[in-house]
């Protein structure tokens, strides 16, 4: 069963455009999300991650939207340009004293110029 | 910033041999450590979660016989594949936090098993 859901599987926009990628989840005590960048042979670098008392985090061309009533959560990209395209993961944990993120199947992203 | 460093990047072993892989948090305090084994489809698999002074907690179809890990101190973990076959071939990825903080991720040791 897959606690964390990301959409879609891979995702083709044009370089300016707002690539939005999606995001949804099972726990409802999950209250930290944190979104990974990944280029081939790298490992996931951390983007930007929202807790869930906000409805929304936004740091320069990231913005994520978070909506706890449905479990759901979006990251949109805008002014996407060709450095963009990685493979996105969506990830979900408790904030506690330990660290175990449950991290969704990603969508790979390409922005083409 | 918080960098972790993974050596080897990559290592080839042969079938039924056992491999090391190191992880180094600079920058912060690792107070936990957690090994993942990413696939070619790039799922990830939580192997074990390590926190200082507490016992290393490892998920189901992961054993401490299979994978033994070691976090001696806030900067430094290591785990080891034992008698590595083809299955446990991947990108293994070290994350490491400061007490519930971002989790930081190294470049991954690739595994290749012959």
């Known amino acids: 069963q897959q606690q964390v859901r990301q959409s879609p599987q891979s995702l083709t926009v044009w370089e300016g455009e707002t690539a939005i990628l999606n995001c949804s989840y099972e726990?409802?005590?999950?209250?930290?999300f944190p979104w990974y960048q990944q280029f081939p042979g790298e490992g996931p670098a951390l983007l930007i991650s929202?807790?869930?008392?906000?409805d929304k985090k936004e740091d320069g061309r990231f913005t994520i939207f978070f909506n706890k009533r449905e479990k759901k959560l979006s990251l949109h990209i805008t002014d996407s340009q060709p450095g963009d395209s990685a493979t996105y993961f969506c990830?979900?944990?408790?904030?506690?004293?330990?660290?175990?993120?449950?991290f969704g199947s990603g969508t790979q992203l390409t922005v083409m110029p | 910033g918080a960098l972790v460093y993974q050596y080897p990047r990559r290592t080839i072993c042969k079938s039924g041999t056992s491999m090391r892989m190191e992880c180094q948090a600079v920058g912060f305090q690792a107070t936990s450590v957690a090994w993942y084994r990413q696939s070619p489809q790039k799922t990830f698999e939580l192997i074990a979660l390590?926190?200082?002074?507490?016992?290393?907690?490892?998920e189901q179809n992961f054993t401490q016989e299979k994978f033994p890990i070691s976090h001696p101190n806030l900067s430094f973990s290591s785990m080891t594949v034992l008698n590595a076959y083809l299955e446990d071939r991947g990108l293994y990825l070290c994350g490491a936090s400061d007490w519930g903080e971002e989790q930081y991720f190294g470049p991954g040791t690739r595994l290749t098993v012959l």
């Open positions: 990830a979900a944990s408790v904030t506690s004293g330990s660290w175990q993120l449950i």
């Open positions: 726990d409802s005590t999950f209250n930290y």
């Open positions: 929202i807790r869930s008392v906000s």
């Open positions: 390590s926190t200082v002074n507490s016992a290393i907690k490892y």
